[in-house]
């Protein structure tokens, strides 16, 4: 039988919902225990998720420079692709940033174990290493981070489809597709078919509903599907109902669309249909049901007071910056025993999509604070008279919605270049209320993009 030991906090997962927490508790004196059964920090984001998939991202980037010459008066060929090595220079990110991580968890004092847990109960949880040692904990609080998964389409030959785990993973070895479908028109499925159309591929987007990343502003959505329609196809409306194997190999997509079956041929097919929380075994115990969705409160705190639920497990904002957040939000809690102040403003997390172009957006929109009876003023500057736009012939737009009472800023969507980094100080602006009069008196560099803050916020008369 195992041997139990009692410890102040259990970490289950190393991802973004869990390392930071677990390592503000041991700095702060706690005794922490943190399995994971990948052994290492950063949760699929590291492994097969966001710094991968942006490594491949730059490279394809990179390969379009050629194409602005012209515009600068320049003359080159676009540069061929060497898919390993590009694989290898994504590889060596991921090596060089799990060494830093390694370095990080040998200072600390908390107990790192690559394994397996189990929650036995609402104190108690058994860990079965990579070794074969069976650990049990007795602690004071839970903190449960293990993050999701892709969503797989229940369809027959779905088991044909990759996932971003096949593209992005330490050691990748899948072949770079010549022709790309992606089922799904979200973020994942619209970046990865923007990069690899970028590296030389064929791509198909398939989405099932009415737009491109479906709930988000439909402005976004169709400033991005038009640009990327230039060089992708992309097919709302479009309802997968099977993958096959054809004669020649390759694979056939079929789906649904206007009322008529058709077919689209493949080299590869990407699931790209969202992703699921992973609840950890054991939890049904504690009365979550398998496969869902755990509810927290602004603390991340469960139905049980002393276990708490941050990042993706909880589906609020799936993202690895916003997991960061939320475990910091969550050892706070901790460490203050209920009675601190930091709490999750999940309407501040700022939302990006590492398309080309990108597109980005933070807090709320026009129609979503009219469904709550806000008054806003909105203004909106467009990319068409912005100077650093002009350099490099781009389109865009930059939107601020603000408080028409209060005159703080509550939303900003933005669509063009830069915006994945233009949103942050954006998001700082909604988080901290930040008035349009302020913003309108603030000096950002010229020429650069951010100097459409100034313009849209003077433009309100707030």
């Known amino acids: 039988m195992a041997k139990e030991e009692t410890i102040d906090t259990m970490v289950l997962g190393a991802g973004g919902g869990g390392y930071p927490a677990a390592f503000r508790l041991a700095g702060a004196g706690r005794s922490v225990v943190m399995a994971d059964p990948i052994g290492n920090l950063g949760g699929d984001c590291l492994a097969e998720g966001c710094v991968p998939s942006k490594t491949v991202r730059e490279a394809s980037l990179a390969r379009t420079w050629p194409e602005k010459y012209p515009l600068f008066g320049l003359r080159g060929t676009k540069p061929e692709i060497d898919w390993r090595r590009v694989l290898a220079h994504k590889d060596r990110v991921q090596n060089l940033r799990y060494a830093q991580h390694r370095a990080q968890i040998e200072a600390s004092t908390l107990v790192f174990l690559k394994g397996q847990a189990r929650i036995l109960d609402d104190q108690k949880v058994e860990v079965t290493t990579d070794h ?3 650990l049990r904990y007795h602690a004071k609080q839970i903190i449960v981070a293990t993050g999701s998964r892709p969503h797989i389409l229940p369809i027959p030959g779905a088991e044909l489809a990759v996932t971003s ?55 976004i959505a169709r400033f991005l599907h038009e640009a990327l329609a230039r060089r992708l196809r992309i097919l709302v409306d479009a309802k997968v109902t099977a993958i096959e194997r054809g004669a020649a190999g390759d694979l056939l997509v079929r789906y649904e669309r206007a009322g008529e079956a058709t077919s689209i041929a493949a080299d590869c097919v990407l ?63 901790i460490l203050s025993e209920g009675r601190g102040n930091k709490t999750v403003d999940f309407q501040s997390v700022p939302f990006t999509v590492f398309t080309e172009p990108e597109v980005a957006w933070v807090g709320q929109t026009e129609a979503e604070a009219a469904r709550e009876n806000l008054a806003t003023v909105a203004s909106t500057y467009s990319y068409r008279t912005d100077t650093r736009a002009q350099i490099f012939d781009e389109d865009g737009f930059l939107k601020l919605v603000f408080d028409k009472k209060t005159g703080s800023l509550i939303g900003a969507q933005i669509a063009g270049i830069e915006a994945a980094q233009l949103i942050a100080p954006l998001a700082l602006a909604v988080r901290s209320g930040t008035t349009a009069e302020t913003l309108s008196y603030m000096a950002f560099p010229h020429p650069m993009i951010s100097e459409g803050i100034n313009h849209a916020a003077r433009a309100v008369g707030l």
């Open 132 to 134: 074969g040692d069976l």
């Open 165 to 219: 785990h096949h593209f992005f993973r330490l050691g990748a070895d899948l072949p770079f597709p010549r022709r790309l479908v992606a089922i799904g028109g979200g973020y994942i499925g619209l970046e990865t078919a923007s990069m690899l159309q970028n590296l030389g591929a064929e791509a198909t987007v398939l989405e099932a509903t009415g737009q491109i990343l479906p709930g988000v502003d439909p402005e």
């Open 271 to 333: 699931m790209a249909t969202g992703r699921e929380p992973v609840v950890p075994e054991g939890m049904s115990n504690l009365g979550f049901a398998t496969g869902e969705k755990i509810a927290v409160d602004d603390r991340l705190r469960t139905k049980h007071a002393h276990i708490y639920a941050p990042g993706d497990i909880n589906g609020r904002s799936m993202l690895f910056h916003s997991a960061v957040y939320q475990s910091l939000v969550a050892a706070d809690d």
